[in-house]
């Protein structure tokens, strides 16, 4: 590509408006000619200057005046708020679910040696045996008394 | 720097109830969309009064489909009608008041300290269609196949005209002397 292919499309190629391979065309010639990269630096510079000099803030009273219409207008319910809540990808989530499982866990295991099996219904009509809990048959007992 | 979520999703969010939303989106636009919005009727509490008006437009207004176009690019769109509806309003009622005294030159233009001044002023002579094109390419980042439609004129004609401008901003900018 030569200086005067270069200098029609340095605008579209600060716009960003070139299409690929003639990007790549006038980004090869900008690498190797001084004179057309220092157009282009000018260009840029003379179009970051729009920019600059009209982005500009408004006052903070519009925001918060803007802020007080959109709520009164898309009126957020309390389950939409919480549903929003919800949504957020909080890592705490997880750390309190993680703390929660072994305690949850342990509360099952729990509920069911205490439960211990369901009573069986005898054919005969005789009541279930009754259970025994907590019987070690090697430890000795607890007191010896004379039974005559 | 990481962009989070999208215009469209953002817009979504908002209309669903989601004031967070409404933040991101307004500190992505509020500059560029103020400063558009300033320079188009050069009045800065008409300018905060049309960006309310836009950003609740954009809001309440369904119409918009993200698959036809970008959210920027339709934001910009009611930017611009709300400007020329404003001009048409302040030319009626110019046109039933009697001429005006010829008013002294703005002090932007006179004092030509700095570059953002120069910027100004080069802007300031160009003419208005010229001076709108090159806002909306610039400040509201909008591509020549957005500024088409917008225009209602094919992509060729946008990127002739903004040949154009861009080639009278910066003669204008030489000659002020920052060019």
């Known amino acids: 590509m030569h200086c005067h292919d270069c200098e029609p499309l340095l605008i579209d190629h600060a716009c960003a408006q070139t299409d690929d391979p003639i990007h790549t065309e006038v980004a090869r010639h900008l690498a190797g000619c001084s004179v057309c990269a220092l157009e282009y630096c000018r260009l840029r510079a003379d179009l970051a200057g729009i920019v600059e000099a009209h982005a500009e803030a408004p006052h903070a009273r519009v925001y918060t005046r803007l802020r007080r219409q959109v709520a009164a207008e898309v009126r957020p319910r309390w389950w939409t708020r919480s549903w929003h809540l919800l949504l957020r990808p909080i890592p705490a989530y997880g750390a309190v679910l993680v703390g929660l499982l072994p305690l949850a866990l342990w509360v099952a295991s729990s509920l069911t040696r205490d439960s211990g099996p369901p009573p069986t219904t005898d054919p005969l009509g005789m009541p279930p045996a009754a259970s025994l809990s907590h019987y070690d048959a090697i430890s000795l007992p607890p007191a010896h008394r004379d039974v005559l | ?179």
């Open chain 2, 1 to 179: 720097m990481t962009r989070g979520r999208s215009d469209e999703d953002l817009l979504e969010a908002i209309r669903s109830g989601d004031l967070r939303a409404f933040d991101e989106l307004y500190a992505r636009y509020e500059r560029r969309l103020f400063g558009y919005l300033r320079r188009m009727v050069e009045d800065r509490d008409l300018a905060e009064d049309l960006l309310q008006d836009v950003l609740l437009t954009v809001i309440r207004d369904r119409s918009y489909d993200a698959t036809k176009g970008r959210f920027a690019a339709w934001l910009f769109t009611v930017a611009r009608n709300r400007c020329l509806e404003h001009r048409r309003r302040l030319a009626v009622r110019e046109a039933a008041k009697p001429p005006p005294s010829p008013a002294a030159p703005s002090p932007d233009l006179e004092e030509s300290v700095g570059r953002l001044q120069a910027v100004r002023a080069a802007m300031t002579e160009l003419s208005e269609a010229e001076r709108h094109l090159l806002l909306l390419k610039q400040v509201g980042e909008l591509t020549y196949r957005e500024l088409a439609d917008i225009h209602g004129v094919p992509e060729g004609t946008i990127k002739s005209r903004l040949h154009a401008a861009t080639k009278a901003f910066r003669r204008r900018l030489a000659e002020i002397g920052h060019g």
